[in-house]
């Protein structure tokens, strides 16, 4: 129940095409759900969050739509570029020391 | 200054060795994480220090002995490691108590490789 499911593994896509990665879980507690993006070398940074009252939050290409009844969240990268390739992590949690982590998605923009 | 700040960025260390990985923020955070990460997998929380007391510790081995010595550091002491300890040490920190949900911003992180 405290698992939070990732897909796909590995991502290739087009320049300029959509990116779009999905989560799953199972705990109905969870009230915060964040997506972190990942560079080589370096540490995890927060991309964008949402908690379960809102279906859709943009923050320009990135957007995030929350499905409550189906228990699940996805990432969607619009006109995605070189510079978005990294790997993305979905999350889900109740508190900070109760963050679930997806596996992770790779994701390679192909100029 | 948004800033978490790891030091050092890498390391290799014997078995018998006895080392120290430190991080600092200026962010006025009150809660900080030390997590583990390897390759192609997500972090592993090890420790959360909240108002600068240790307030969770995720079953981490004695080998790995964390220490806040105020609100804006803190240190991850190493001893006695195995070679399956190497991996990316994540410091991280977050404005509210690690019960509250919020943003957590990481440090680059210490790749530390036991030999």
């Known amino acids: 129940q405290q698992q939070v499911k990732q897909s796909p593994q590995s991502l290739i896509v087009q320049k300029g095409g959509i990116s779009i990665i999905n989560c799953a879980y199972e705990n109905t507690a969870f009230d915060y759900f964040p997506w972190y993006q990942q560079f080589p070398g370096k540490g995890p940074a927060l991309l964008i969050a949402?908690?379960?009252d809102v279906s859709e939050k943009k923050e320009g290409r990135f957007t995030i739509s929350f499905n409550k009844s189906a228990k699940q969240f996805s990432l969607h990268i619009m006109d995605s570029q070189p510079g978005d390739s990294a790997t993305y992590f979905c999350?889900?949690?109740?508190?900070?020391?109760?963050?679930?982590w997806g596996a992770g998605t790779k994701l390679i923009i192909k100029p | 200054d948004t800033e978490v700040t790891q030091t050092p960025k890498h390391l290799v260390m014997g078995m018998t060795n006895k080392k120290s990985l430190k991080c600092e923020q200026h962010?006025?955070?009150?809660?900080m994480y030390w997590y583990k990460q390897k390759a192609k997998k997500p972090p592993e929380l090890m420790f959360v220090?909240?108002?600068?007391?240790?307030?969770i510790n995720e079953s981490v081995p004695s080998r790995f002995s964390p220490e806040c010595p105020n609100s804006s550091l803190l240190n991850l002491h190493l001893h006695a490691l195995q070679p399956e300890d190497s991996a990316l040490y994540l410091c991280?920190?977050?404005?509210?108590?690690?019960?509250?949900?919020?943003?957590?911003?990481f440090g680059e992180g210490s790749r530390l490789t036991v030999l």
């Open positions: 991280a920190s977050s404005l509210g108590g690690f019960t509250n949900t919020g943003e957590l911003f």
């Open positions: 949402i908690r379960p």
């Open positions: 962010m006025g955070h009150r809660a």
């Open positions: 999350a889900a949690s109740i508190s900070n020391y109760q963050l679930i």
């Open positions: 220090y909240s108002y600068e007391k240790l307030s």
